[in-house]
Structure formats: structure tokens, C-alpha cells
């Protein structure tokens, strides 16, 4: 009798090593790539939450508006959700939100800890049952928005892998009382604080990698010069104040310089400054005009627009000064506000079509093959990568008025950011440290 | 010589297209026996007999024969392989885009416009009769053994005349190599071939990868789905050895089931698909 279990057992073991071993007859290769369908369950009150109800509504609505924005993921309509399970993977009732096609699941508790909130969150993989993220985090009682975001950040991690970049901030221009201001917001285009006052023009800022400062460019002494603004507000520092342009200020990925367009010599011209401000290196020297630099992610190379060949054109040079620049755009004849992705990958810019309209364009480094991102949508213009490499931030006039837009980089997912107003030049911070 | 046995039944002496040859030999013994004029017209009566029943089996046999290669088979394929995976139409290629102009997104064309042709006015002073339909003429189709040997060799024929063949007349050949397995024919290959990479497609185009795939897993990852096909072309047994993304293997097993059921085996893959078979899947590619 053993012996004829035993046989059964290795012919049973057989078959299944057969099957698992089957001869491969084909290669499902690619797909269509879709956002990861996610149910985030509404915010479950703690005991002596219960008079908290609108700040769970709030938190729960800022986590699925974020993760909605990343693109990655397709939010479900919770009016199909039977959330009446529990929040510990042995009382989640799986098949239930197998039913509303949901492969993830997120679900939030809030309760009072003296002073503060406690928020704790828990993630699923629906298809494994598995808990994929357990947390609490604690805020004060005012910064539920904080919590919704830290929350985002946290699940975006633990489905994808890779950090969220929902906590960072945007940096942006607006007209204010027939001034222009530089102005920071959260990402989602709420918590708009003026950083600028006074000077009539303040343009083109760009975040310092530490996070802790912000360049920009200022008519305030009647001449565009450089300044340096610490995100907390206060005065700004002069960095260039040199005769001519003293424009697009960028500081490096190590923070040690910064590049930038001057014309102290007559024409518009690359240079690399210290972070004090004196002329390290002038980069170009030629007849047309050269601007709007960017650095690559491990500052080796610096990518600008020159006019060089006739028309505005993107170009990439050694950082160093070593070689000749090497063009990178051959298509359209005005191609401008280059922006390098962290991954280094890929330079987004700002293109005119043939119909004279402005769109966002990515071109990828490795295989010069160039994506469209926006279309029939306005005008689209001065792109700025998102810390992951992921999102592009740009402006837009697809409803009149110039708004900000975050989208993915092939532009199937864009959230037009409610901020009022006219917006310019935006440029997304790193990641919060 | 044996003497014939006193109850050797009376022979009987008209013709009968049943005569059997186990008789035969106890019918010449009992010839013996008879008058050898008698004996010799028996003989032949038999003889006539035998070439009757010879040359009526021959003809029998002759028009059955003839009647296969003449009439084709009724019965239909349990795969339709006239079936296109794709259909496709031709459409006017328009003016190429400028290489120096930047790239448009593709739009879907503008819908066709509607025919602004009036109606035709009916006189209603005149009788309208109905339409007749015209009878349908089936003209007589060439069997696949007419197109094959419309080739004088086998080196004048196409290489894909089988698939002509089946494109024409929906019958399949018997063609084979005279030495090949007696259970298969030089089909068998390319229909296995031909079936999963139908299949395949099929459940290429169920794919779906998530988003929440980073870069280096859209590249890295590599997934194997084992499964059965029954003869009606459902999956079961589907067992995924991991890419170590469970997301990803969640993706590959909603892919098979959104395929299912898949196109049902034809007859030489049955066993090969009931047995079991895989699929490598990939974000990318499986290179």
C-alpha cells in the first residue's frame, strides 16, 4: 500500500514537473501598459475619531487624487466597493474586491493622539493576497493635507518600487497686481505661497538640489540679474549682476555650480559659475544665441538652445567645456526650454509644430526617437521633470487661461492643477528630505 | 483420387454469382463424377461464373474509388484555417510626412461621408413586381489531387501550395513523404506552428501590463504560463512560474483568461495542447 502511494506520489510529482516543464511554443511579448487598478476604501474612523469624519474625507480624497495624478494607477469608484471587511490581511474579504476588478487595495484608519492624528494605512495585492504596506504616521491636527500626501508617497512606493514624489513642491511664476512673483504650491497646485516680493519682474526660477533655495531671475535693479532665494522667504542674494542677461540660472546635481546665460560680450552665451557667482568657464562662443541650459543627472554634460544653425535648436556639450557642442534636434524649426530627466534618459522640451503651435515633445536619448506629449490641447510649453523622472509639470492654454499641467510622459494621464491665475515657468523641486 | 462421399449433396446446375471458392474445390470433386462432356460444360459455366463475379467486383470497386477522388468530403474541419486572424483592407497610402517636420499624434480619420444620392421615385402607376433572386451556380471545384497534379513534379510546385490549396477549396492535402510516419503528413509541422502562433496572438492582444512596473522591471522581468487546451479551444490547469513581480504575474494570468477560450485545436495538435504547453511572457521583450 505504500509502495503504491509512494508511486502515485513521484507519478503525480511527474506530471506536474511535465506540465511545469511543457514545451514553450510561443512569446507573449509587450502589451498595452495600463494604470494598475486600485481601490482605496474610505477613511475608517478610530474611537475617539469619530467627530473627524471631514478630515477623513479629506485625507482619503488627497491619497486617491495623487495616486490618480501619477497615472500608474486607475482609481476605482468606491460606489461599487463592499467595505465592510477588516483592515488586517486575515480579515480582508479578498474576493470581494476581486469582484469590483480591483488588483490593489488601500485602507486608512485615522484616530486622535492627544494633540495629534495618528493615520494608519494598509496596502494589498489583491491577486496574492498579500499585505504589501502596514504604517502609521503621525501629524499635527492642521496637516491632514500633509499626512494624505505622506500617505501617497507611501503606497506609491510599495506598489511600484520607486519613491513618490508627492510631498515635493513646485516652483512658478505668476502676475500678481501687474507684478510678476515666483510663488511655491504643492504639487496638486494647493498650499500657493509667495516667495518673492517686490522687484516688478521676478522669472525663471529653478530649485537648488538641497531644496533649501530657489534661482531666479530679477528686473528689481533694472537689468535681469541672478538671484538666490531660501524657501523659507526673506531677502534674496545676488549671485550675477553682470551688464546684459543674467538668465535661466541652473545649480548643478552636486551643488557645486551653476550655469547660466550671460552677454556681458555682446551675445548670449554659456557659462559656469561658483555658487558664489564668479565665472568659472564660458561654454560656448558662437555667433548665435545660446541659453537655457540644463544639466544631465551627473553633471557631465549641460543641454542648451542655439540659434547657431539658423533656428533654435537643442544641443548637448560637455560640462567641462571639453569638444564641441553635438545637436540633438532635427525636426521643427523652434525647439526651446530643455529639460533633463533625473534617469538621464530623456530631454523634454517645448517644440513649434507647423500649425505654429507650441506642444511638449521627449526626446530619448538612447534612440533619438521623439514622442509627442501634448497635442490639440492649446498651447504647452517650458516642461520640468518631476524628481522621479516619471511626471513632466509644463503650461498650458488649453482653457484660456495659463495654467499649470501634470501629466505622464507619454500624455495619456493630465491633471490641469487648479491653481488660479496666469502661471509661467514652472520647475518641480526634489524629493523632501 | 478420393471417391466422392454418398452424401455429397446434388450439385446444382444454375449459375450463382454466389459461389463461394470454399466450394470450388469440392465442386471439381464432384465434376468428377459426371459424364466428361457434362463435366466439361460445367467447367466452363464455372469459369464464366468466376469472370462475372471478378470483373462486377473490379467495377464495384472502381467506381467506389473513382467516387472518392470525384466527390469532396462533406464533413467540415474542426478548425476553419480559411479563418484571417487579422482583417485587413487595402486604403490608399496618403502623402508621407515631411522627415524635418516634427511627429503628430496618430487621429482616428473623420467618418464616412453619407451617400446624398436621392432615393429612387417609384411610378405608382406601375405594378412593382418583387426582385427574383438569382439561383446561386456552384461551379464544380478542382479536387486538391486536379491542382497537384496540374504540376508535372513536385520541384514545380509553389512552396505554399498547400496553403493555396486550403485558401481555394478548403481541402486539405495528403501529401506526404512516402517514407514519413503513417500517422501524420508534412502538415502536421507547419499546423502545429500555425495554431500557436494563432493562439499566441490571441493572447497578445489580451495583454494588459500595469504601469506600476518600474523601467528596469519593464526590461528585467520574464514570466512562464503553463496551461492545457481542451478541443474547444478552453484553458485550464494555468499555472505561472513567477517573474518575481507578483503584479506582473497577475497581469499574465488575467491575460489568459481574458483570451479564453482561444481557437480550438485543430486534430494534429489536440494531444500537444490537451498535454499541456507554455508561453514566455515579457513587458517588453523577451530577448
New interface residues.
Given amino acids: 500500500m505504500v509502495r503504491f502511494a509512494l508511486v502515485c506520489a513521484l507519478l503525480s510529482t511527474h506530471a506536474f514537473a511535465?506540465?511545469?516543464?511543457?514545451?514553450?511554443?510561443?512569446?507573449?511579448?509587450?502589451?498595452?501598459?495600463?494604470?494598475?487598478p486600485l481601490a482605496v476604501a474610505a477613511t475608517r474612523l478610530g474611537e475617539n475619531a469619530k467627530d473627524k469624519t471631514a478630515a477623513g474625507d479629506q485625507l482619503a480624497g488627497i491619497v486617491r487624487n495623487d495616486l490618480d495624478m501619477s497615472?500608474?494607477?486607475q482609481l476605482l469608484d468606491k460606489k461599487g466597493f463592499i467595505d465592510t471587511d477588516g483592515l488586517e490581511t486575515a480579515d480582508v474579504r479578498f474576493d470581494d474586491w476581486r469582484n469590483v476588478s480591483a488588483?490593489g487595495l488601500v485602507k486608512t484608519r485615522l484616530s486622535v493622539q492627544g494633540a495629534d492624528l495618528l493615520v494608519d494605512v494598509w496596502a494589498y495585492?489583491?491577486?496574492?493576497q498579500?499585505q504589501v504596506l502596514k504604517k502609521s504616521i503621525k501629524v499635527a491636527s492642521a496637516d491632514i493635507r500633509s499626512a494624505g500626501h505622506q500617505i501617497a508617497d507611501e503606497v506609491f512606493r510599495a506598489?511600484?518600487?520607486?519613491p513618490g514624489v508627492f510631498r515635493t513642491k513646485l516652483a512658478v511664476v505668476k502676475k500678481v497686481q501687474g507684478e510678476k512673483h515666483v510663488f511655491t504650491m504643492d504639487i496638486d497646485g494647493e498650499g500657493v505661497r509667495q516667495l518673492t516680493k517686490g522687484g516688478g519682474l521676478n522669472l525663471l526660477p529653478s530649485w537648488a538640489p538641497d531644496g533649501r533655495s530657489i534661482l531666479f531671475t530679477s528686473y528689481r535693479y533694472e537689468n535681469p540679474d541672478l538671484f538666490e532665494i531660501g524657501v523659507g522667504g526673506g531677502d534674496p542674494k545676488a549671485i550675477s549682476r553682470r551688464p546684459g542677461l543674467n538668465t535661466g540660472g541652473r545649480v548643478s546635481p552636486d551643488g557645486g555650480r551653476i550655469a547660466v546665460t550671460l552677454s556681458q560680450d555682446g551675445n548670449s552665451e554659456l557659462y559656469i559659475l561658483s555658487r558664489n557667482g564668479d565665472v568659472q568657464k564660458r561654454l560656448t562662443n558662437q555667433w548665435g544665441i545660446d541659453t537655457s541650459p540644463t544639466w544631465s543627472p551627473d553633471g557631465s554634460q549641460i543641454a542648451f538652445v542655439s540659434s547657431r544653425g539658423g533656428h533654435p535648436d537643442l544641443y548637448v556639450v560637455d560640462s567641462g567645456g571639453a569638444g564641441a557642442a553635438k545637436r540633438l534636434t532635427?525636426?521643427?524649426d523652434y525647439n526651446q526650454t530643455p529639460a533633463w530627466s533625473p534617469?538621464g534618459?530623456h530631454i523634454a522640451f517645448t517644440?513649434r509644430?507647423?500649425r505654429n503651435v507650441f506642444?511638449i515633445?521627449v526626446i530619448n536619448l538612447k534612440t533619438n526617437e521623439?514622442?509627442?506629449v501634448t497635442?490639440?490641447m492649446g498651447n504647452n510649453e517650458e516642461p520640468s521633470f518631476s524628481p522621479n523622472g516619471r511626471l513632466l509639470v509644463f503650461t498650458t492654454t488649453r482653457n484660456k487661461a495659463k495654467q499649470l499641467v501634470v501629466s505622464n510622459l507619454d500624455?495619456t494621464k493630465q491633471t490641469v492643477l487648479p491653481s488660479l491665475g496666469d502661471h509661467t515657468s514652472p520647475s518641480w523641486g526634489p524629493f523632501v528630505r | 483420387m478420393n471417391e466422392p462421399s454418398a452424401t455429397t449433396p446434388p450439385q446444382s446446375n444454375l449459375p450463382s454469382s454466389t459461389t463461394s471458392l470454399s466450394n470450388s474445390s469440392s465442386m471439381s470433386m464432384s465434376n468428377l463424377s459426371l459424364p466428361p462432356q457434362t463435366r466439361t460444360a460445367r467447367v466452363d459455366t464455372q469459369s464464366r461464373l468466376l469472370k462475372i463475379a471478378l470483373i462486377t467486383s473490379v467495377v464495384v470497386h472502381a467506381g467506389l474509388f473513382a467516387g472518392w477522388l470525384l466527390f469532396p468530403s462533406t464533413t467540415k474541419a474542426a478548425v476553419d484555417l480559411d479563418e484571417a486572424v487579422i482583417k485587413t483592407r487595402l486604403v490608399k497610402l496618403g502623402k508621407p510626412r515631411d522627415e524635418k517636420l516634427l511627429p503628430r499624434m496618430p487621429t482616428s480619420p473623420p467618418p464616412p461621408a453619407a451617400d446624398k444620392k436621392a432615393p429612387p421615385v417609384l411610378d405608382p402607376t406601375v405594378p412593382q413586381t418583387p426582385d427574383t433572386k438569382p439561383t446561386p451556380q456552384t461551379p464544380d471545384k478542382p479536387s486538391a489531387a486536379d491542382i497537384l497534379n496540374k504540376f508535372k513534379s513536385d520541384a514545380e510546385r509553389p512552396k505554399d501550395i498547400n496553403d493555396l490549396i486550403k485558401d481555394r477549396i478548403g481541402e486539405q492535402t495528403d501529401e506526404g513523404k512516402e517514407d514519413g510516419d503513417a500517422d501524420g503528413t508534412a502538415l502536421d509541422g507547419e499546423i502545429n506552428a500555425s495554431y500557436f502562433a494563432r493562439v499566441t496572438s490571441r493572447i497578445q492582444k489580451a495583454m494588459e501590463v500595469s504601469s506600476v512596473l518600474s523601467d528596469d522591471e519593464r526590461v528585467r522581468l520574464k514570466a512562464r504560463l503553463c496551461l492545457k487546451i481542451d478541443e474547444e479551444g478552453g484553458l485550464s490547469d494555468l499555472e505561472v512560474t513567477s517573474s518575481g513581480s507578483a503584479v506582473f504575474d497577475s497581469d499574465v494570468l488575467s491575460a489568459a483568461r481574458r483570451a479564453s477560450p482561444v481557437p480550438a485545436p485543430p486534430p494534429p495538435t489536440r494531444k500537444q495542447a490537451g498535454d499541456g504547453v507554455c508561453f514566455n511572457f515579457c513587458p517588453t521583450t523577451c530577448r
Avoid at chain 1, 511535465?18 to 494598475?36: C, M
Avoid at chain 1, 495585492?125 to 496574492?128: E, T
Avoid at chain 1, 506598489?159 to 520607486?162: A, Q
Fill in positions: 511535465a506540465l511545469a516543464q511543457g514545451p514553450v511554443v510561443g512569446d507573449v511579448e509587450g502589451g498595452e501598459f495600463r494604470p494598475f497615472g500608474a494607477f488588483q495585492d489583491i491577486g496574492s498579500k506598489f511600484t518600487g520607486e532635427f525636426k521643427g534617469r534618459t517644440a509644430d507647423e506642444d515633445f521623439l514622442t509627442r497635442q490639440g500624455g
